[in-house]
């Protein structure tokens, strides 16, 4: 079955640093990758997407490309800010699994001033 | 993009009794889903909730303990029935329709005591 794996938190940065959360995955075909972002108290967000293999989605400054080789949507942004301070998941929606998402650990991160 | 309103927001329930949590979209959407969040843990996917038929559920949930209504294409409930606290989670719907992507209400944040 499909399943998403995520780099263990929670992850603690200064402001200004670079952010790296790793994500891989495991699916039969061609699954459409996410990653969402929860802020405190609040439901998920669609943070950016990407729905195919090199395909690179991006957002309020964060990034993540689809590498099909190495089954990975790693989660990068180049200057976190305070602002950023939430749960990150990664999540699948696979070929054969229609609309149903499959989710990660999730990471908390904590960036401070 | 189409907006959730799920309610309520949190509760605190006594254990042995049931919960029924509501999530209106502003618009009509294909598919809905209820989700799980337990403590410190990632989603799972409770159900798919299909518009005049019973939903379709994933292995480890049953109708019994969460049925799940679906009346129309705006409109579904789910109930937490005779509640013990390990129930206690986060519950959340989402909605998807064709060529979209999954968005998500703001959660429900149920404590079993």
């Known amino acids: 079955g499909n399943s998403v794996t995520q780099m263990e938190g929670p992850v603690t940065l200064s402001e200004e640093a670079f952010l790296t959360i790793n994500c891989t995955y495991t699916a039969t075909g061609y699954p459409s990758l996410f990653w969402y972002v929860q802020y405190p108290g609040e439901g998920l967000q669609l943070l950016l997407k990407?729905?195919?293999?090199?395909d690179k989605g991006s957002n309020k400054g964060f990034e993540a490309t689809y590498r099909k080789e190495t089954t990975s949507f790693h989660l990068e942004k180049g200057s976190v800010q305070v602002s950023d301070s939430a749960v990150y998941f990664c999540?699948?929606?696979?070929?054969?699994?229609?609309?149903?998402?499959?989710f990660g650990e999730g990471t908390q991160l904590t960036v401070n001033p | 993009s189409a907006v959730i309103s799920q309610k309520p927001s949190r509760d605190i329930c006594q254990r042995g009794t049931s919960l029924t949590i509501q999530c209106q979209v502003d618009?009509?959407?294909?598919?809905m889903f209820w989700y799980r969040q337990q403590p410190g843990q990632s989603l799972t996917l409770i159900a798919t909730a299909n518009q005049g038929s019973e939903a379709t559920y994933e292995s480890g949930f049953v109708i019994d303990k969460f049925p799940i209504s679906r009346p129309n294409l705006t409109f579904s409930t789910l109930t937490v029935s005779n509640m013990s606290p390990e129930d206690s989670s986060i519950y959340l719907c989402?909605?998807?329709?064709?060529?979209?992507?999954?968005?998500f209400g703001q959660g429900t944040r149920l404590t079993v005591v």
């Open positions: 989402s909605g998807e329709d064709v060529g979209t992507e999954a968005f």
């Open positions: 999540a699948l929606s696979g070929e054969t699994s229609g609309s149903r998402l499959t």
């Open positions: 990407a729905t195919k293999a090199d």
């Open positions: 618009s009509q959407v294909t598919m």
